[in-house]
C-alpha cells in the first residue's frame, strides 16, 4: 500500500504542522483534514514518483538508497521504495519495521 504525506495547510497542531505519512489504498479518498485536530491539509508529491526503476543503474541506485534508508531507520520510506520496486518481501518486513500491521 501506498504511503502519502500530508502537511497542514494552516497552523494545524503538533501532528501535522510539519507533516505526516498515511498508509492509504489506492483508491481511497485522499485526507483533507488532519485526523487529530481537523484543520485542512495539503496532500504532498511523493518523493519517489520519479522513481521508476528500468536500468542496471537505477536498479543499483534504488538498492542502495533503499540501504540507505534502512540504515537511517526510514522504514516507511524504505517499505514504500522497496513496494514500488516490487520487492514485496521486502517492503512487508519494511512496514513490519515502521509500526504498520500488514
Ligand atoms: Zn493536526
Request: hydrophobic letters at 30%; glycine letters at 6%.
Amino acid at each position: 500500500m501506498p504511503i502519502y504525506e500530508y502537511k497542514a495547510a494552516g497552523e494545524g497542531c503538533k501532528y501535522c504542522r510539519n507533516g505526516f505519512e498515511i498508509m492509504q489504498r489506492m483508491d481511497d479518498k485522499p485526507l483533507g483534514e488532519c485526523p487529530k485536530c481537523q484543520a485542512v491539509v495539503r496532500k504532498l508529491p511523493s518523493r519517489f514518483r520519479a522513481c521508476i526503476v528500468e536500468t542496471p543503474d537505477e536498479v543499483a541506485e534504488t538498492e542502495s538508497k533503499l540501504h540507505d534508508f534502512e540504515k537511517e531507520g526510514m522504514w516507511s520510506h524504505a517499505a514504500e521504495l522497496a513496494d514500488k520496486t516490487g520487492l514485496e518481501d521486502r517492503a512487508r518486513e519494511d512496514y513490519k519495521k515502521a509500526g504498520y500491521e500488514m
